[in-house]
Structures are given as C-alpha cells and as structure tokens.
C-alpha cells in the first residue's frame, strides 16, 4: 500500500437554475424550442443525450458521463470513493501486484504538503534531479494543494513514454521538471544494516508479494540482526490488507493482527500465522503518510506488545475500499468496511500516537536515530540466552 457520479447533481443544479431564470425573466432566447422525447431511455442517459445534442457549448457524451458520475460520488459522502478510468484501473492493478510506469518517486505528507520522501535510483525522477525533501508544488498544471497524496502519485503514473511536468519547492526556489514515465518493477521492500547489528527493512507500499518478502528479510539475516529489527512504514500509504496481515505475521505467533467489519455483516478476524519471530527486539518507524494497511501493521504488533512505535501521529484511515468494475472496464473505488486493531480500538481519523514521539518536522534520520536508541534499551532487558 490508496467515481460515476459528481456531476449529475451538477446538472441538476444547472437545470433548476435556469428553469428559475426563465420564470423570473432573466435568461432570455425567445419561447424554449421543444425539445424531441427520446421514448425508453433512462432519465441519465435522456440528459446526457440532450445536453451533449442541443447545448450551445460543445461537451461531449463523455464529458457529460464523468461529470455524473462526479457528482454521484460526491453525494454518497464517502471521502475515499474514486472514479478510475479504464487505463488509470489497469495501471492501479500493476502497481498492486508489483508493477507500476511512473517516474520513480516516494512520496509522503508533510503537513498540508506532498513532499519527496525518495527517489528511486536510475528512475526518470532520478536522473533528471528531483530529490528526497522536495515539495511538490504542481503536477501537469494542477496545484498539489489541491490533491491529496494519492491523487498526486495517481497523477504521476501513467503510460510509458508520456511525459508528465512537476514543479516542486526546494527551499525557497522553484525547480521545474519534465519528467518521462517508465515502466519499472515497485521494489517496495529495501532492507539494510545499520550500526550495532539492527536489520532496517522499508515497506513503501503493501503489494502483492510484500509479506513474504519482509519475511525473507528478517529470516534471511537472522544470523545478522542481533541488535534488533526497525520496520519502517513511514510515508506508507497501504495496499492490500492481507499482505499486511502477512508482514505482521512475520513478528507474531499466531493471534489477531485486525477485525474487519463489512457492511451489516459479523465482524471477521484476520489472524497472523503461527511461527513468526517474537523474540528478537522490534521497532517501527510511522508518521503522518503512514495511513491504512500500514497503520493495521503498526497497531497490531503495538497492541500485542511486540513492537515500540517510534515517530508522529499516523494518518488515521481506518476503513477498506475495493474496486468495483464497470461495464466499460472503468471501475468505482467505494468503502466497504471498517477495520479495527487487536484492542478494538478503530483509528479513522485519530490514528496511532507513538511510543516514542519523534517531531514531524525533524528531519528524518532523527527518528531513525531514536529508534537504534529505543532498540538498545529493548536489548539490554532481554535474558542473556535471548540475546543475538
């Protein structure tokens, strides 16, 4: 690890403004021309055909489609709901199982801003200069304070070989770039050794094949990471819920990692499976991108005392969405279920408040440097058999 209907009520309103304006005079044309009834067609479809055939500004039957399904969207008040074109869905399925085009950067929230917490070596965004600590002013023209950070990595990706126009702050200058989309595998999982023997594995997103890759990680070096394990899901906006119940695993034996309520349905208990790793000191690393599966990942091993949490505040989702396709191969993104950490504790809209605070505005390597700090700590108050 973040549609068909905004602007049907925006036509509504169009057409009861102008019915008023007629009534009271004020829009002149001369008498309404009558207008054919299209016999058997639904009341959506009518409009559309209506307005794309006789209004005197040109639209198109699509322009129209979208606008409607906008307006829907808006209406059913879900913050989270999405309209994914069929070429923007397709790109969303590649990036979930591993593969994305895009220009090669890791992004995160700061505040109100959508800043650069990575650039992906040899990527487009890499060889053209952007760099890790940018702020991400504009993307093809559309302001980033307009966006949210998902809709700022959406606009990013795109088809190989298009080019997409960033505008990011560096300090106080603008830096301006035009920047060509690559296809390129997401690599979401890096792991390195820091000082004293500590294993530091990065999740930026949980996608498909995440798990067993943290996995491997943390039993590929157990020999190596005597100094204990920092997961650090900063700037992690989610994914796929069972690739993080799988990460999660990888430190439990067994038990709940999070209950998933759907709809009216009884709630559901997502378990972790046996034979996880319980002993060897754990620190995870979160901040204010960390949002969704990430924070599912971060509350259960919290919740069962596995691991200290260090940094700021997390985002605070605690819903489910899924994709629901359309005939056309466009999809809806609708939430459709809640998820709650092993205590019963929901985190929409407060989040995870670390162990160990870390100021948000700090740089990053201060958490980093808390978090060996807390490890050492955990170290020293293990049995000597438990050590190493």
Avoid at 99 to 110: H, I, P, R
Avoid at 222 to 239: E, M
Avoid at 344 to 356: A, K
Avoid at 369 to 385: E, Q, Y
Wanted: glycine share 14%; with cysteine.
């Amino acid at each position: 690890m973040s549609w068909l209907t905004s602007r049907v009520f925006r036509w509504a309103a169009i057409v009861a403004a102008l019915a008023c304006a007629y009534a009271m005079g004020a829009a002149t044309g001369g008498t309404p021309r009558p207008v054919p009834a299209r016999q058997g067609r639904p009341l959506l479809d009518d409009a559309a055909g209506t307005m794309a055939d006789d209004a005197a500004g040109q639209v198109s039957r699509g322009e129209l489609e979208r606008a409607a399904i906008d307006g829907m969207l808006r209406r059913i008040g879900d913050r989270w709901a999405r309209f994914y074109t069929a070429e923007q869905f397709g790109g969303l399925q590649s990036t979930m199982n591993g593969y994305y085009s895009g220009v090669g950067l890791w992004l995160d929230a700061m505040g109100e801003d959508t800043r650069i917490a990575g650039v992906r070596t040899g990527s487009p965004a890499g060889r053209a200069g952007v760099r890790a600590g940018d702020v991400v002013s504009s993307v093809d023209g559309t302001p980033a304070r307009d966006l949210t950070v998902a809709a700022v990595a959406a606009a990013l990706r795109g088809r190989p070989d298009t080019a997409v126009a960033l505008v990011v702050r560096r300090g106080a200058r603008t830096v301006r770039f035009q920047l060509v989309r690559a296809a390129m595998a997401s690599h979401n999982v890096s792991v390195s050794l820091a000082a004293d023997r500590v294993l530091v594995v990065r999740v930026a997103a949980f996608t498909r094949g995440v798990g067993r890759e943290v996995r491997g990680a943390v039993t590929g070096h157990a020999d190596r990471h005597s100094g204990g394990v920092v997961l650090d899901l900063r700037g992690n906006p989610g994914g796929l819920l069972d690739e993080a119940v799988e990460t999660a695993s990888v430190f439990l034996a067994g038990g709940t990692v999070v209950t998933y309520e759907r709809g009216g349905a009884r709630p559901e208990r997502l378990d972790a499976e046996a034979g996880g790793d319980t002993v060897t000191p754990l620190v995870v690393l979160v901040d204010g991108g960390t949002a969704s599966a990430a924070e599912v990942v971060a509350g259960s091993l919290r919740d069962r005392d596995r691991a200290v949490i260090v940094g700021s505040r997390t985002f605070g989702k605690g819903s489910v969405q899924e994709p629901l396709r359309l005939t056309d191969g466009s999809a809806i993104e609708l939430t459709i279920g809640r998820y709650r950490t092993p205590s019963g504790r929901s985190l929409d809209g407060s989040g995870i408040d670390p162990d160990v605070a870390v100021n948000a505005d700090r740089p990053p390597r201060e958490a980093e440097r808390r978090a060996l700090t807390v490890l050492r700590g955990l170290l020293a108050t293990l049995p000597t058999k438990d050590r190493g």
